[in-house]
């Protein structure tokens, strides 16, 4: 009676039938009683979830293993090259394919990309000291890097040649190309290293004034920019923090495609946490762009027109130590190789290191991928899953990154019979052969990570010759042990000397520097080469060479040129053949000639040195030799013969000849010329010096 009064009646007949045409469970439970919802004590508590409870579903990007299938499969790198220093960056050009390596030493290498890998096409000792920042165009054609030097070198890509050289009055911080692409007019913008100063350069050389430069922008100085050739728009990042949007074809202020009030959006996040970006990239489409920052070591994804927060990952020592701990990492580490891990990744916030830590996109832009203590992480950003990790068991902490996910191979134009032939070398070329690229703290190799293994096989092969391998005996295994020894120190490609010589070998090789064999003198008009004779004028060589590989004749103008004859460096009028002579002068306003007349210029002593005759004649064109004011009177001024010149024998060192870029040297010889001195500049941007 009491629970009747409470609420729990009796079902009618009619409610039964009902809920039995409406399909509707009945009160009873599994046993069979009544389930009286007004209910007693035992009703009380925590009750099991229902059966028919739904289940929380994950997240699940659409066509994700697609998109796996187009980075590299195999998670150990397949081979690793040398520069002769640590690897500062690794760049791969949009839609040119090349690979462009530098390193702390100043040299720039390209590399092609071709099926299965990379093919070396060039290097140029580009900067003296460290390149501080590298940059390439939306389009791929064009290539900048600034160096301590005080100097901007431009490239082009496609002919993998030095195009001209910008000399600074302040050491440039970071730059960036900021053109769309197509356009007419290539625009580099360089920040300063001590102000908060952007300046905007013609890509293409021609001036050495900027264009433009931005004041008031930001209020200290600019760490690092990128550019959203979707928006049209630059994201710069200053050493306090701030993240600013401006648009270099307009006027230099934020695009009206983003948001309107830069307090809707999360770009304080930085400045809040007191952390400064070292890195931006903008993904293919634009919608997106990443961040690294330290002290707090964390990856940020926001998206680009709304400048909102999408993603936060936290790879700080403090979290890592702490997973770490909890077992809750990635990949559990004995405590020996985690002490060691853990002493790597402190070295990532010395100066040295900390501006070459980048973040990069997939060309989908759901993935990115980031060097960590346990390998090179690739985060799905949908899902907020680590989907795959390269080199987790090498033994280096990867650093700078670049990611290639093209068809080496394919073909310009493809017809539709082409397309429906079953032509096997057609598909081939349609085949896509990822690789990705990656610098590493305290080496002086990149590393390739590509669908070949450390065998030399396709990984999806690999696979199935290790489980073979498994079920041999154990001549088999041995044998398996063997080739794995030997594939490991194959993959490690010897392109460069070795830095760890004996005393006598490094003085043979300090020698051999500071002398050279030859050298290419990158100028205005082309490119010339030249074979120097160290054993036949070790003096003028030397000094040659160490004048060169100092920046001494960068920007040297040919300020004398005379038609046929020679080519020469004119000095005092006291000799009286140089009046007959014909000449091409080289000189320069801080190298070669400071006084660009020649009459100035010194050797790397300070003093003038004696004249080198050798066996060698004047009985050939092209020949190069130093110029003076008279016997032994040697400073840093050479010339170019463009025409035997017997009368000259006995008077002037002999110390190499022009062998390759005659044309150039013709070319410069045959300017128009006022009173000998061209009218328009010739200039030598530098020389590459090698052994």
Known sequence: MAQDRSGAQKRTRDDVESDEKLGQPGPETADGQEDDVSSGDEDMGPQLPSASAPT???????????????LPSSARYSKSLMHKEQLSFVTMTPHTDFLITSSTDGVVKFWKKIMDGIEFVKEFRAHVGEIRSVSVSADGRSFATAGLDKTVKLFDVITFDLLSMLSLDYTPRSLCWVHKRGASLPLLAVADDIEHVVHLYDGRGDQQKPLHSITALHRSPVSVMAYNDAFDCVVSADEGGTIEYWQPS?????????????????????????????????SS?????????????????????????????????????????????????????????????RELETVAVRNKVNVIFDESGHFILYGSMLGVKVINTFTNRVVKVFGPDESLRSVNLCLYQGQPEKKGVVTVSMAASANPLLQEAEARDPMLVTTAVGKVRFYLFTNLDEYGRFSSLFS??????????????????????????????????????STRARDEITKQSQSGTSALLHTTSGDIHIRLFPEAAPKAVENFVTHARNGYYNNTIFH??????????????????????????????????????????????????????????????????????????????????TEKAPWLEGKHTIFGRAVQGLDVVHQIENVRTHK???????????????N
């Not at 920052?293 to 926001?302: G, L, N």
């Not at 000998?676 to 090698?690: A, F, G, L, Q």
């Open 464 to 501: 199935i010759f290790v489980a073979h391998q498994t079920d041999a005996d154990d001549g088999g295994q041995s044998a398996q042990s063997g080739q794995h020894s030997i594939a490991k120190s194959e993959r490690d490609i010897q392109n460069e000397k070795p830095r760890h010589l």
């Open 250 to 282: 307009a006027n230099y202020e934020k695009p009206e495609s983003v948001f309107e009030y830069k307090s809707s959006t999360s770009l304080f996040d930085l400045k809040k946490s007191k952390s400064v970006p070292v890195s931006i990239t903008v």
């Open 560 to 641: 004398r040129v005379i038609r046929k004859f020679m080519i020469q460096v004119s000095s005092t009028p006291r000799e009286p053949f140089f009046l007959l002579a014909r000449s091409l002068t080289l000189s320069t306003h801080k190298g070669g000639d400071p006084l660009g007349d020649g009459t100035g210029g010194e050797s790397i002593w300070g003093r003038e040195f004696e004249d080198e005759f050798s066996t060698l004649k004047q009985d050939k064109p092209y020949t190069v030799c130093m110029a003076n004011a008279g016997p032994n009177t040697n400073g840093s001024q050479f010339f170019i013969t």
């Open 56 to 70: 929380k579903k994950r997240r699940k990007l659409p066509y994700e293993k697609l998109y796996l299938s187009n």
């Open 285 to 345: 489409s634009g919608s997106q762009f990443t961040t690294f920052s330290f002290p707090d070591r964390k990856i940020r994804i926001f998206d680009f027109a709304s400048g909102r927060l999408y993603r936060t990952y936290d790879e700080s020592l403090t979290t890592i130590a702490e997973m770490q701990q909890a077992g809750t990492a990635l990949q559990q580490l004995d405590e020996l190789d985690f002490g060691r891990r853990l002493a790597i990744e």
């Open 676 to 690: 000998d001195r061209p009218e328009e500049d010739i200039k030598i941007v530098n020389i590459s010096v090698s």
